[in-house]
Nanobody, 126 residues
């Protein structure tokens, strides 16, 4: 069964760090792109960071540039997000997403991802 599972969320003080991990299973081939999205209460789900096979640099939301780093192993369909200097506004449910078998024209657009995890909560206290 195809699925994506995240781990690593939790509560941290502002200025702290967390590392999120994700693994997609049930596929015999690599995802085209993998990404992290987040959704805070009452807000739209937004792209945080994304990376695609075939080279090229990762994409980041402006709000996390310089603080978050995405890393991936497409051979294993795993993804990680290292978050430092966390801010209160980073508080959200974080979702890992993968695009299998579809072309991803905009890696930061959720419409191009067809497999989603259940999410892991990140809470940053002031």
């Amino acid at each position: 069964q195809e699925k994506v599972v995240e781990s690593g969320g939790g509560s941290v003080q502002a200025g702290g760090s967390l590392r999120l991990s994700c693994a997609a299973s049930g596929y015999t081939y690599s995802a085209n792109c993998m990404a992290w999205f987040r959704q805070a209460p009452g807000k739209e789900r937004e792209g945080v960071a994304a990376v695609c096979r075939g080279g090229g640099s990762a994409s980041y939301a402006d709000s996390v540039k310089g603080r978050f780093t995405i890393s991936q192993d497409f051979a294993k369909n795993t993804l990680a997000l290292q978050m430092i200097s966390l801010k209160f506004e980073d508080t959200a449910m974080y979702y890992c997403a993968a695009a299998f078998g579809i072309a991803t024209l905009d890696p930061m657009n959720k419409m191009y991802y067809n497999i989603w995890g259940q999410g892991t909560q990140v809470t940053v206290a002031t």
